[in-house]
Nanobody, 126 residues
Framework: QVQLVESGGGLVQAGGSLRLSCAAS????????MGWFRQAPGKEREFVVG????????YYVDSVKGRFTISRDNVKNKVYLQMNSLKAEDTAIYYC???????????????????WGQGTQVTVSS
């Protein structure tokens, strides 16, 4: 089972940017669709962005479209989340996730996830 380690979280002012990274432990990360979930205090964990195994498909929830960009480097076994124009409502713990489901979809639910990262805190001050 692939192990995931996130980095890049922190405190930023509204309108600022952060880049999260997710490093996978195995060289066959291309077998997994990858995604980022987030969980704010008192709320359920929600799927935010996803990218297909080949990187040809991406998915974004409406609240982050045009501001967040997911990408992957299957040679370096890494996934990235570039977050621009951050808002206070983006404050949450962000989790990298891997799903070995069939097909070239970019979406996943918590039930589809095979591996989770430990999470990285993103705090946006208004």
């Amino acid at each position: 089972q692939v192990q995931l380690v996130e980095s890049g979280g922190g405190l930023v002012q509204a309108g600022g940017s952060l880049r999260l990274s997710c490093a996978a432990s195995e060289r066959s990360v291309s077998r997994y669709r990858m995604g980022w979930f987030r969980q704010a205090p008192g709320k359920e964990r929600e799927f935010v962005v996803g990218i297909s195994k080949t990187g040809t498909r991406t998915y974004y929830v409406d609240s982050v479209k045009g501001r967040f960009t997911i990408s992957r480097d299957n040679v370096k076994n890494k996934v990235y989340l570039q977050m621009n124009s951050l808002k206070a409502e983006d404050t949450a713990i962000y989790y990298c996730a891997a799903s070995s489901g069939f097909g070239n979809s970019a979406t996943m639910t918590t039930w589809d996830v095979n591996s989770w990262g430990q999470g990285t805190q993103v705090t946006v001050s208004s």
